[in-house]
C-alpha cells in the first residue's frame, strides 16, 4: 500500500512570487487536509477537501487556495508569497472527514521564501 | 475556541528511563484525541488515538488516556531508547466539526542519550 507522497521536497520562492504543492492521497482515501508546521512550532490547519469540495478551512487568507481531482490527489497553491509563509506544508489523508478518522501524514514540503 | 496543551520541551532522559509527556485540551464537543511523533527531517505519523473517555491507545509500548474529568491525554512509556528522540505532537479533532480539522499543540521534543 502506497503512503502518502508530497512533492516537490524543497523550494526557493522569492517574496511575491506563486507557488504550488502536491500531494497523492493514501490509496482509498478520499479527503486530504493540508497543514503549515513553522519552525518549532505545530502544524496549523489550513484547509480540507472531501470529494473534490472544500470541506472546511482555518485561519488563512485566500491567497492560500487548493483543489482536489478525481483521483483525490490535491494542490495547494500560495499567490504572493510572503516571508512568513516560508514553513513546512503537510498533506494528509484520510478515509472520510470524520473526528475519529486518522489522517495519514506525507513528509511535507519544505518552503523557503527570500 | 478548541486547544491543546503540552509541557515544554526538550524533555532529556537516559535510556531505559520512564517517559510522561503531559497534555491538557479544552473543546466545545466531544472530541478525538491523538499523539502523533515527528522524527528529524520527517512528517508526522500517528502514535496512538482514543475516540472516547475512558478509552486506553497504545502503541510501540506507548500508552495515553483518555481522561475526560481531568480533560487530559498525558502520554507514557515505561523504558524508552534512543530511537525514542523525536518530538512528539498532541493533538485533538472536535465531533462537533462536520470536518476532522485536527487541532496540534505546540510539540515536545524529547532527547533519549545512551
Known amino acids: 500500500e502506497t503512503g502518502v507522497t508530497q512533492s516537490p521536497t524543497h523550494l526557493i520562492k522569492t517574496r511575491g512570487q506563486q507557488v504550488t504543492l502536491r500531494c497523492s492521497s493514501q490509496s482509498g482515501h478520499n479527503t486530504v487536509s493540508w497543514y503549515q508546521q513553522a519552525l518549532g512550532q505545530g502544524p496549523q490547519f489550513i484547509f480540507q477537501y472531501y470529494r473534490e469540495e472544500e470541506n472546511g478551512r482555518g485561519n488563512f487568507p485566500p491567497r492560500f487556495s487548493g483543489l482536489q481531482f478525481p483521483n483525490y490527489s490535491s494542490e495547494l497553491n500560495v499567490n504572493a508569497l510572503e516571508l512568513d509563509d516560508s514553513a513546512l506544508y503537510l498533506c494528509?489523508?484520510?478515509?472520510?472527514?470524520?473526528?475519529?478518522?486518522?489522517?495519514?501524514f506525507g513528509p511535507g514540503t519544505r518552503l523557503t521564501v527570500l | 475556541g478548541n486547544s491543546v496543551t503540552q509541557m515544554e520541551g526538550p524533555v532529556t532522559l537516559s535510556e531505559e528511563a520512564f517517559l510522561t509527556i503531559n497534555c491538557t485540551y479544552t473543546?466545545?464537543?466531544?472530541?478525538?484525541l491523538f499523539w502523533y511523533v515527528q522524527y528529524p527531517g520527517e512528517g508526522l505519523q500517528l502514535l496512538l488515538k482514543a475516540t472516547k473517555a475512558d478509552d486506553k491507545g497504545s502503541n510501540k509500548g506507548f500508552e495515553a488516556t483518555y481522561r475526560k474529568e481531568t480533560t487530559s491525554f498525558h502520554l507514557e512509556k515505561g523504558s524508552v531508547q534512543v530511537s525514542d528522540s523525536a518530538v512528539y505532537f498532541c493533538?485533538?479533532?472536535?465531533?462537533?466539526?462536520?470536518?476532522?480539522?485536527?487541532?496540534f499543540g505546540a510539540g515536545t521534543q524529547v532527547v533519549v542519550t545512551p
Open positions: 473543546a466545545t464537543g466531544y472530541p478525538s
Open positions: 493533538a485533538l479533532s472536535d465531533a462537533t466539526d462536520s470536518w476532522g480539522k485536527l487541532q
Open positions: 494528509a489523508s484520510s478515509l472520510a472527514s470524520g473526528a475519529a478518522d486518522t489522517q495519514y
